[in-house]
């Protein structure tokens, strides 16, 4: 049995190993060529370039992007030339949204409307925000009435909505029909929809009245009635919905397809699990990068530039609450300079406040991103991470504590060190809990930069805690 | 149309408010039949138990698991011993592993056999290792042969490897058969698996030859021969294989289901769409958690005791290297006693070092997660990072130095705190590139901890850069 198509993370190691060495030798090739004297006759020299257009026509396009994804930006055009006359439009689509910005910014308007001409109304709503205004309008001039129709209601529904997430491609028959009228009229089509697990039965006003899954077309008899047959209770969604909502519904109900109804009923396109489980992926790699306090995913080869800004908006906030941490301590300049050891203790407080408060808010985070959160067992979940801090408190102000007698041999000292890093995991877990709640009320993704937040505020209130309590009881 | 099953949060909340509604109007007349005196005949008072069951029937089993995790533990068992006839070892199935383990601790014996007799070979795999080996064993001898020995050779594959997530529920035919006598094998089965959107045709030794997708079924003439039809280019999985592999092929090439072989070709098994979309979700939530320095999922109603442990093991490092920390800062004291200043600024240099380092960390993690990592790129994302963090060094440098000479008018101090922060957000990147790398070459998940071993040598490193510098130059 052939198997081109490959699995294995080594087969996509080998991809991109094979066309690293075709551009590598003909990059060679280019600088032989350009050798020499102009005026002589070229030496005659192979060309590479069929040959690495010949290894990425054999590539699935989802290969083929994920091997653009891992090219400098030169050699990443240059590749994509190579399959730009046949599957140039599919490869834009497939590539991640960093590195289809950077691909746009580098081809020609030309090169740019072919890609276009390639894409059916379904696949351009996907980047009708990132070609330029004109290009669009000419190619929707060209489209059929009705995927134009289609796809300028589609553009019209926010990102992530679920009416930006629908396709136009399904298939849908009158409720009156037979199950042989069904079946001639699918042979008729020749091909269905990628993803058809089942056909939509509608009414005369388009009215979604039930669905019929293939796997009935296929066991039952010819002669009954669709009516006979159709599922009633189905899982149906609405375009304004949020799409991470339908996501957990596919991942809970296990679908493959599900209609889209508009608020009268009218069936007016058709999610898929595949387009479901990329924004499952897509929502779970922002979520580590939200945590971490960046904007969005970024290209492996976009300018430095680029990637700088990326980072700007939460290192100024980072920048702006050290400044006042920074400001925290200076208040009790006079205390450190009367007892130094303040200085190389702080930190401690500080850091494991830091640490136990990222632990919570991660918990919060995917209790959130799970929808579990109720108004009673967000009491309940206080309590417990108040309790659970206080625990870790005691166990950890026990050793703490001990580790700075045995350092400067001041029991005071001691009880104190002891004491603020108690009530700074007690700030952890409140905040902890906090600041996602907190980004969640405001209509915010709770992962936002909470783990820059948090450690802000244990930073701060660490040292306010320890210096403070230093500067009450041990002066 | 019925819609009993619906897709929306709100109806989430609903069904967890009904029951949580339920169960307190229960506990109420609980409390009144308990009080008054016992030798008197007891109050007739109504019982809402009957309620709370009939309303939990109602719900789809998914739904049911997502009420149960979001209750306290007494109640939880209260709500499940209403579903326990019917559902209860798919219900045991669907909650979290946290929730599930919290369960089967409380359940009796004689409940887990009912539970565990609920559930076939294919189920029977996911939970094998959760439940008692004699139960287990007891289970086995009444399974049918063949579903006996599949459940102990998949018991045999590792957690997480395709052979532990693949199922034996499929359709596979002999390959000289006409499409006409496929129809008639299929209608005797009255029911395909779940996702059967292909199914696999084999030759006499059970060897894949091919698949034929349902809609091909459907629209192709019978007369037609299977081998003429069938497709050969198909994704096909090794028992062996990595699980998340799999998921990243599911997604690549839209795949519904594929199949397992054995090394010499023989069909063993099925992946489905389903099970992949679950390890995306889980492995996504792992790796928050992961990054945040906790072991794994926590059910939101465990004990105290339980969760203190999960947050143990990098609690315990964090204390280590906040000592270590501690004690960079200690042999610098007095440096810090003869200008004290230096104390209210360090916190900054190694805030901002955490910080830039977290945001490099959470990007290597994606590359990493993604396979997009070569050796000819990890180069290049390195001499990015490099000059990113030099970049970025030398604003935030000025920036600060500024803040510091503002403060405490020491043009000396300024320039060696801006040099300190230059350097360690140069730590940063390189650190926050290699705790990755490493977490991964060692086998183990990059994100695992990541940001805890990250804060601690920024934390550290920071320290040492400014106080070291300021001991030379300023002194």
Redesign the interface.
């Known amino acids: 049995?052939?198997?081109?198509?490959?699995?294995?993370?080594e087969r996509?190691?080998e991809n991109?190993?094979q066309v690293?060495e075709l551009l590598e030798t003909f990059h060679h090739e280019e600088a032989l060529r350009a050798a020499g004297d102009p005026s002589e006759p070229k030496p005659s020299v192979h060309n590479s370039l069929p040959d690495l257009r010949d290894r990425l026509s054999r590539m699935?396009t989802?290969?083929v992007a994920?091997v653009l994804?891992?090219l400098?930006l030169d050699d990443r055009l240059l590749a994509w030339r190579q399959v730009r006359d046949q599957r140039g439009g599919d490869i834009l689509l497939e590539v991640s949204e960093a590195v289809r910005s950077n691909l746009l910014a580098q081809i020609s308007e030309e090169e740019l409307r072919l890609a276009v001409g390639q894409l059916d109304a379904d696949d351009l709503v996907d980047i009708a925000d990132e070609i330029p205004a004109e290009l669009l309008q000419e190619r929707l001039l060209t489209l059929p009435d009705d995927e134009r129709r289609w796809l300028q209601s589609s553009m019209a529904y926010a990102e992530g909505t679920i009416g930006s997430l629908m396709s136009n491609e399904m298939v849908a028959v009158r409720d009156h029909l037979t199950l042989d009228e069904v079946?001639s009229y699918?042979?008729n089509?020749?091909?269905?929809p990628?993803?058809?697990?089942k056909i939509f039965v509608v009414d005369k006003r388009g009215v979604?009245?039930?669905v019929v899954a293939?796997?009935t077309?296929?066991?039952t008899g010819p002669n009954k009635h669709l009516s006979e047959v159709m599922a009633?209770?189905?899982?149906?969604?609405t375009p304004d919905?949020n799409g991470d909502?339908?996501a957990?519904?596919?991942?809970?109900?296990?679908l493959?397809s599900a209609p889209v109804l508009n608020d009268r009923?009218k069936l007016i396109g058709r999610l898929t699990?595949?387009v479901?489980?990329?924004l499952?992926?897509e929502?779970?790699?922002e979520?580590?990068?939200n945590?971490?306090?960046?904007r969005g995913?970024?290209d492996?080869?976009s300018s430095?530039w680029n990637?700088?800004r990326n980072?700007?908006l939460?290192?100024s906030v980072?920048?702006l609450?050290?400044?006042v941490?920074?400001?925290v301590?200076?208040m009790f300049?006079g205390t450190?300079?009367h007892l130094?050891?303040?200085?190389?203790?702080?930190?401690?407080v500080?850091?494991?406040g830091?640490?136990?408060g990222?632990?919570t808010?991660?918990?919060v985070?995917?209790?959130l991103?799970?929808?579990?959160i109720?108004a009673?067992?967000t009491f309940?979940?206080l309590r417990?991470e108040i309790?659970?801090s206080l625990?870790?408190g005691v166990i950890?102000g026990l050793?703490?504590s001990m580790?700075a007698y045995a350092?400067y041999h001041d029991p005071h000292l001691s009880v104190v060190f002891a004491g603020a890093l108690i009530l700074n995991l007690l700030v952890a877990a409140l905040v902890g809990i906090g600041v996602p709640l907190m980004l969640q009320k405001l209509g915010q993704d709770p992962?936002l930069g909470s783990?820059?937040l948090l450690?802000a505020t244990t930073?701060s209130m660490g040292?306010f805690i320890f210096l403070g309590l230093a500067t009450l009881f041990l002066l």
Do not use: C
Not at 1 to 9: D, G, K, L
């Open positions: 049995m052939r198997n081109e198509i490959m699995s294995s993370p996509l190691r991109l190993a690293l699935h989802a290969d994920q994804e891992s400098p079946l699918l042979r089509l020749s091909e269905l990628i993803h058809t697990d979604l009245r039930g293939l796997q077309l296929l066991l009633t209770d189905v899982v149906t969604f919905e909502d339908a957990q519904a596919f991942e809970r109900y296990d493959i009923g699990v595949d479901m489980m990329d499952v992926r929502e779970s790699s979520e580590v990068l945590f971490a306090g960046l995913e970024e492996l080869f430095v990637s700088a980072r700007w939460w290192l980072n920048l609450t050290a400044f941490a920074s400001r301590i200076g300049e450190i300079a130094v050891a303040l200085a190389s203790l702080m930190p401690i500080a850091s494991i830091g640490n136990t990222n632990q808010t991660a918990l985070i995917r209790t991103t799970l929808g579990q109720s009673s067992n309940h979940m417990k309790i659970v625990l870790n950890l050793i703490v580790f350092l992962a783990s820059v450690t930073d040292f």
